[in-house]
């Protein structure tokens, strides 16, 4: 069973930090990108973040300066450090893996985290 479990959401002062990560478990394959998309209410659901195995990141222009991706290829988690932290940044976050696998390529999701940045 593939699961994707993240950690780390909750509510925060604008200017705040928070830290994201993702542990993924039950892929039989190889893990390709992993990253972080959010949705905010009202809005489509929008990257925010990935990373490759090679580590290749491609981080959305809202989140240039302030989010920093990294990942453990051994142990198949992602993390998303958030800093200063805007309002506009409310969503919920929603952890990412595309992986190749016996079944041909594949995309998984996690549940979902929320993040809150209000005074």
């Known amino acids: 069973q593939v699961q994707l479990v993240e950690t780390g959401g909750g509510l925060v002062q604008p200017g705040g930090s928070l830290r994201l990560s993702c542990a993924a478990s039950g892929i039989i394959g190889s893990i390709n990108a992993m990253g972080w998309y959010r949705q905010a209410p009202g809005k489509q659901r929008e990257l925010v973040a990935t990373?490759?195995?090679?580590?290749?990141?491609n981080i959305a222009d809202s989140a240039k300066g302030r989010f920093t991706i990294s990942r453990d290829n051994a142990k198949n988690t992602v993390s998303l450090q958030m800093n200063n932290l805007k309002p506009s940044d409310t969503a919920v976050y929603y952890c990412?893996?595309?992986?190749?696998?016996?079944?041909?390529?594949?995309?998984?999701w996690g549940q979902g985290t929320q993040v809150t940045v209000s005074s």
């Open positions: 990373i490759t195995s090679g580590g290749n990141t």
């Open positions: 990412h893996a595309a992986a190749t696998t016996g079944w041909g390529r594949q995309n998984y």
